[in-house]
T-cell receptor, first 113, second 114 residues
Framework: DQQVKQNSPSLSVQEGRISILNCDYT??????FLWYKKYPAEGPTFLIS?????DKNEDGRFTVFLNKSAKHLSLHIVPSQPGDSAVYFC????????????FGKGTRLHILP | EAQVTQNPRYLITVTGKKLTVTCSQN?????MSWYRQDPGLGLRQIYY???????DKGDVPEGYKVSRKEKRNFPLILESPSPNQTSLYFC?????????????FGPGTRLLVL
């Protein structure tokens, strides 16, 4: 049973527009959420995180929103740039210092010129 | 430069031929972990280690072995590889107790088992 779900395998967005990547989770014990970005031939790199005590965290062009009651989070990228084309993984953990991370399937984002 | 290295980066082998994928980190991290990434399944944890001589199963340990004889190294061993172990493998490491976003991932090893 998938505990972290990314239901969109891919997404195409025009350069300069907003990219919204969605993620749902089922485990109520999760209280820390992360987004990772992955380019081909490289390992995942951390992008942004959010604790369950917050509903929003912003870092430059990247904002993560958390709706705890709906068990849903989303990553907004504004404005989208060509270098944002990558696979994005949503991930969750039971604590921000718990080393066990559960990943979603990933969403491939294509930024169109 | 702080890094996690994996070797080889690419490997083609045949069913049943034992192989080892090495992972090494230069950050003195206690925690090390192996993941596999498969299309439509994301990253799934195979094994992890909290310190030297301490290893434990992750979510998909079947068909794999690991060892942690030294702090810096965490090799992944496939005693008798099968085609369903064709995958992209990532090693990761971190300090225990540090925020999990500080977990470093290696560049990946792409394995094809014929």
């Amino acid at each position: 049973d998938q505990q972290v779900k990314q239901n969109s395998p891919s997404l195409s967005v025009q350069e300069g527009r907003i990219s919204i990547l969605n993620c749902d989770y089922t485990n109520s014990m999760f209280d820390y959420f992360l987004w990772y970005k992955k380019y081909p031939a490289e390992g995942p790199t951390f992008l942004i995180s959010i604790s369950s005590i917050k509903d929003k965290n912003e870092d430059g062009r990247f904002t993560v929103f958390l709706n705890k009651s709906a068990k849903h989070l989303s990553l907004h990228i504004v404005p989208s740039q060509p270098g944002d084309s990558a696979v994005y993984f949503c991930a969750a953990s039971e604590g921000n210092r718990d080393d066990k991370i559960i990943f979603g399937k990933g969403t491939r984002l294509h930024i169109l010129p | 430069e702080a890094q996690v290295t994996q070797n080889p980066r690419y490997l083609i082998t045949v069913t049943g031929k034992k192989l080892t994928v090495t992972c090494s980190q230069n950050m003195n991290h206690e925690y090390m972990s192996w993941y596999r990434q498969d299309p439509g399944l994301g990253l799934r944890q195979i094994y992890y280690s909290m310190n030297v001589e301490v290893t434990d199963k992750g979510d998909v340990p079947e068909g794999y072995k690991v060892s942690r004889k030294e702090k810096r190294n965490f090799p992944l061993i496939l005693e008798s590889p099968s085609p369903n172990q064709t995958s992209l493998y990532f090693c990761a490491s971190s300090f225990i107790g540090d925020p999990i976003e500080t977990q470093y991932f290696g560049p990946g090893t792409r394995l094809l088992v014929l």
